[in-house]
């Protein structure tokens, strides 16, 4: 769904209709930060931080981003640290409470499950994120775009109070170079270590599945297979890349997934991608998965954390046939992997407005990391000024087409920053089932609730 848009209001109103509720675990320290500019005006933020275990920390990061009353609305969001392979204090700490606030107020008063979602390929802040999630009670992490296979170890470490590493993918980096990111839970903890959540790896394919499940430094408890209709990052192609005439990948028989290989390795197993149908539902639990994962049926509900004016936009054109189109762009993302844009008008999907934004990499968390001539660790994006990134080592070709999904993905959610006092614009990501966002829609209502996609789910009518 991207950053923000699973939030703690989307993921507990999930949790409380007896489902797996899941928060988006990309970028929440920048997040809590932006969230702590803007005044937090109901309060919720504080709620939560205040079950912290440190009361230290949350008053190093109230000091450090807290504006009682908000910003003034015509100025710019302040920086943040950006995330490294050796994070600085500060990042640290915002890392563990963001995750800490966002999964305590995603579990506030019910008693269903709550999980996080993170991205392999985002590995500097995950230690700190797990954690801070875990001294919350998270009850599932989920990640994808990659091979996540340190994970499992890492969740067994920090559920006993270790310090726990995580190997990082630097290009170019020797055998003997140290690529280890490191992080000791002991400042953050109260009187005893976190419970271990369960983990689920989202794959695309049985062979993951098998190396996962097989050659983990940990227990895998699960998986969700996840097809090329999802939104946000879908798995290449298997093979060559071969491209339609728009330029979108072509994938084939190659990408099914085996699911009885997958159904043989005895482990639950959720199906992922335009499956947010009583039939799909069926046929998931047919070929033996527990269940299906939604996310564009839940991204544009009243309680995901999309601008509403967007929300609304994209309701009412989902009731005019062909109206939404998604293009699975191999280029937009500085990861390399294909991304899901929605094609909408005031967004960055239009090509205008990509050439009138001037390339900037302020917040960092899709950097890649490389090994620089002198043995330090250098950091570079595709999305960065072009002479910025061919300094680095990089090529003019790998900048062409990179969007700035950090920054639009911000803005999304209402926290794109100011520049010379315009926003940036939104970036929307969403699956191809984006286009039947109507059946959830009566006659006269221009938006719908999570619950109502969970009774459409379950057989139930929709109502009111």
């Not at 009243?302 to 054109?317: F, H, I, M, T, W």
Request: charged share 20%; net charge neutral; glycine share 12%.
């Amino acid at each position: 769904m991207g950053v923000g848009v699973s939030g703690w209001r989307l993921a507990r109103a999930v949790a409380q209709a007896g489902q797996l509720g899941v928060v988006s675990g990309t970028a929440l320290p920048l997040v809590l930060a932006r969230q702590l500019q803007l005044g937090d005006p109901d309060g919720d933020l504080a709620r939560a931080a205040v079950r912290f275990p440190r009361p230290d920390v949350v008053e190093r990061v109230w000091s450090a981003y807290f504006v009682p009353g908000g910003k003034p609305t015509d100025a710019p969001f302040k920086a943040v640290p950006m995330p490294s392979l050796h994070p600085s204090q500060a990042f640290l700490d915002l890392a563990v409470l963001a995750a800490f606030v966002e999964v305590a107020l995603a579990k506030e008063g019910h008693a269903g499950p709550v999980g996080i979602n993170l991205l392999e390929k985002i590995q500097t802040p995950t230690l700190p994120t797990l954690f801070g999630a875990m001294l919350a009670g998270v009850d599932y992490v989920l990640m994808g775009a990659g091979i996540p296979r340190a994970i499992p170890g890492v969740l067994d470490g920090l559920a006993r109070g270790e310090s726990v590493e995580l190997k990082l993918d630097i290009t170019g980096a020797l055998e003997t170079d140290d690529c280890q990111s490191r992080f000791d839970p002991r400042p953050y903890l109260g009187s005893a270590p976190p419970a271990r959540p369960r983990f689920l790896p989202i794959i695309s394919s049985a062979t993951l599945a098998l190396t996962l499940a097989r050659k983990s430094n940990g227990r895998v408890d699960g998986f969700v297979v996840e097809g090329p209709l999802a939104g946000g990052h879908n798995a290449p192609p298997r093979g060559a890349l071969t491209l339609t005439e728009s330029g979108e990948p072509i994938y084939g028989p190659r990408d099914v997934p085996e699911l009885p290989k997958i159904r043989d390795l005895g482990l639950p197993f959720w199906l992922a991608g335009s499956c947010a149908d009583p039939g799909k539902l069926a046929e998931a639990r047919a070929a033996g998965a527990a269940g299906v994962q939604v996310g564009t049926a839940f991204a544009f509900c009243e309680e995901s954390g999309l601008l509403p004016d967007l929300k609304r936009k994209v309701c009412a054109l989902s009731r005019s046939l062909g109206a939404l189109k998604v293009r699975t762009d191999p280029r937009a993302s500085p990861t390399g992997f294909p991304f899901k844009v929605l094609q909408l008008l005031g967004t960055l999907s239009d090509e205008v407005r990509v050439a009138a934004r001037e390339r900037i990499c302020d917040l960092g968390y899709l950097r890649e990391l490389y090994r620089k001539p002198d043995g330090s660790v250098g950091y570079r994006c595709a999305g960065e000024p072009v002479e910025d990134y061919v300094r680095k080592g990089g090529t003019v070709e790998d900048t062409q087409g990179r969007l700035c999904l950090c920054n639009g993905l911000m803005a999304n959610i209402g926290l794109g920053q100011l520049r010379f006092g315009k926003a940036e614009d939104p970036l929307i990501t969403a699956g191809d089932d984006v286009a039947n966002l109507a059946r959830f829609l009566p006659a006269g209502i221009d938006s719908y609730r999570a619950a109502d996609v969970i009774r459409w789910l379950l057989g139930s009518p929709v109502v009111v």
